[in-house]
């Protein structure tokens, strides 16, 4: 199983960016995908979760109504689109995969990750 996130960089206070994580070697259509974060000095924390049907998400409130994850099952691909980015949402980035078709919250419900994408945002 492997996990590529990719599409994070440096951006301004206010703009956008949209993260990536194509998966391999596993039947991705029928898991539960995530995203997490980890800032300098914190630990990881919950962003978005979506069902493997999509039609199930969470978010973290610190994220809710700026964040939106989706997936493209016939790609492989989860994504996760951030609008309105704060500096606090300066962090490594991971994608992950449900042990589960679930959306959760759990961050030990997840058992493969990527290799993190940074996000920079500047004030």
């Known amino acids: 199983v492997q996990l590529q996130a990719s599409g994070g960089g440096l951006v301004q206070a206010g703009g956008s960016l949209r993260l990536s994580c194509a998966a391999s070697?596993?039947?991705?259509?029928?898991?539960?995908m995530g995203w997490f974060r980890q800032a300098p000095g914190k630990e990881r924390e919950f962003v978005a979760a979506?069902?493997?049907?999509?039609?199930?998400?969470y978010y973290a409130d610190s994220v809710k109504g700026r964040f939106t994850i989706s997936r493209d099952n016939a790609k492989n691909t989860v994504y996760l689109q951030m609008n309105s980015l704060k500096p606090e949402d300066t962090a490594i980035y991971y994608c992950?995969?449900?042990?589960?078709?679930?959306?959760?919250?759990?961050?030990?419900?997840?058992?493969?990750w990527g290799q993190g994408t940074q996000v920079t945002v500047s004030s």
């Open positions: 070697g596993h039947t991705f259509s029928r898991l539960g």
């Open positions: 992950a995969t449900a042990s589960t078709a679930q959306a959760t919250r759990v961050m030990t419900d997840y058992n493969y």
């Open positions: 979506i069902s493997w049907t999509g039609y199930t998400t």
